[in-house]
Structure formats: structure tokens, C-alpha cells
């Protein structure tokens, strides 16, 4: 069966710190995978895409790497702060494009300490 | 939040009630969905459209259908409301499945 697998439990780093958060799938070929920020109450944030023939994405202090021999996506976010503390939620875009479905990691609570 | 309203921001029903949460989006876009989140299982897609009157199953359809009847609204629609309905209802919109999705602020359901 199809699986998309987050880290379920809580990653606690200290600030300055680089957090690195793992996405892991099964029984996928994505053509895309994002990757999003939801703080308590709200609804996700999108951070990154990051296409299959891409191997990395950098936006600032993130860094997405996408392995789709290993069938993982690794999410980087360099220098934390306490402020980047959230859940963080890796999506799935399945073919075909325009009539597929984005299929959602169960997320993971990245918890960054002063 | 940008672009995405949804409505009601709370509900609580009783089983068996029947209730349809709203979603509008300004942004002109075609592809709409609805997930619901529950602890520890993350965002689950309910149901999604890619345009007027096109709709299509998610993961967890069971129990919800769905209305698009113009590009701005996608409205999702609970007949006979269950306690395993109680969840966070979370519209997306974006271009297609593949792109930035743009989430609304959420309806919170409980249903008794």
C-alpha cells in the first residue's frame, strides 16, 4: 500500500542549530513534493516544491534534497530559531498532473529551545 | 490565508444532523480540495475538484460529498453527521494538485 511517513515524534534542537527533518514513501512515483508549515490553529503554509529531477531546493536558511532512488526527501532548516518552531508537513503531488491528487505526511513538531 | 475563507469557523452537531461547510476562494483558481486533520494522522484529502462541476474521491471520502458549481466556490456536505466526523475541515486551492497550495483558516466540527 501507499505510504507517506514522518518522524512522528517531536524533534528538539537548540537554536543555531541546523534541524533536519526526514520524509519517507512507499508505493509512489511523485513527480513533486512540497513541503509545508502549520503553527497551532492554522492552516499549512507552503515553504518548497521540489521536482523529481531535482536532487536539492534553497530558499534562504531551507534546504529541500529529494531522493527518489532512496524515496525520501530530507527538509534542512539552518541557523534555527525559536521561531521556527512548528509542525512541519511533507505532500505528495501524484500523476497526472492536472487531475492527481497531493497526498500528505502526517507531519512533524520541530521544537527549537533558546 | 490569503484568498481562501471558509465558513463556519466553529460548529458542534449532534449525530445524525446534517450541515455543509463553505469555501470561496478569490484567487481565480482551478483546483479545490478538502482535507480534514485529526491528531497523529495528519492532513487526510477528502474530496477535490479540478474545475466547475468536476469532482472526484481523496483518501477518506466516505460519509462527505462535495459541490462545485462555479470556479470560486467548493462547499463539502456531512448528511448524517458522525462522531468520527469530529475533525479540523481545512479548504486548499491552488493551480493543480502539483502546485503551491493555498490553504483557508479551517472550520473546527465536533459532532455529540
Known amino acids: 500500500s501507499q505510504k507517506i511517513e514522518q518522524n512522528s515524534e517531536a524533534l528538539n534542537i537548540q537554536e543555531g542549530k541546523t534541524a533536519t527533518l526526514t520524509c519517507n514513501y512507499t508505493?509512489?512515483?511523485?513527480?513533486?513534493l512540497q513541503w509545508y508549515r502549520q503553527d497551532p490553529g492554522r492552516g499549512p503554509v507552503f515553504l518548497l516544491l521540489?521536482?523529481?529531477?531535482?536532487k536539492e531546493k534553497r530558499k534562504e536558511r531551507l534546504k529541500v534534497t529529494f531522493d527518489t532512488t532512496l524515496k525520501q526527501s530530507l527538509f534542512h532548516i539552518t541557523a534555527s530559531q525559536p521561531a521556527d518552531s512548528a509542525t512541519y508537513l511533507c505532500?505528495?503531488?501524484?500523476?497526472?498532473?492536472?487531475?492527481?491528487?497531493?497526498?500528505f505526511g502526517q507531519g512533524t513538531t520541530l521544537q527549537v529551545k533558546p | 490565508n490569503a484568498g481562501v475563507t471558509q465558513t463556519p469557523k466553529f460548529q458542534v452537531l449532534k449525530t445524525g444532523q446534517s450541515m455543509t461547510l463553505q469555501c470561496a476562494q478569490d484567487?481565480?483558481?482551478?483546483?479545490m480540495s478538502w482535507y480534514r486533520q485529526d491528531p497523529g494522522m495528519g492532513l487526510r484529502l477528502i474530496h477535490y475538484?479540478?474545475?466547475?462541476?468536476?469532482?472526484d474521491q481523496g483518501e477518506v471520502p466516505n460519509g462527505y460529498n462535495v459541490s462545485r458549481l462555479n470556479k470560486r466556490e467548493f462547499s463539502l456536505r456531512l448528511e448524517s453527521a458522525a462522531p468520527s466526523q469530529t475533525s479540523v475541515y481545512f479548504c486548499?486551492?491552488?493551480?493543480?494538485?502539483?502546485?503551491?497550495?493555498?490553504f483557508g483558516p479551517g472550520t473546527r466540527l465536533t459532532v455529540t
Open positions: 486548499a486551492i491552488s493551480t493543480s494538485s502539483w502546485y503551491e497550495q493555498y
Open positions: 508505493n509512489y512515483s511523485p513527480a513533486y
Open positions: 521540489i521536482r523529481e529531477n531535482e
Open positions: 505532500a505528495l503531488g501524484t500523476q497526472p498532473s492536472n487531475t492527481g491528487k497531493l497526498i
Open positions: 484567487m481565480n483558481h482551478e483546483y
Open positions: 475538484s479540478v474545475g466547475a462541476g468536476i469532482t
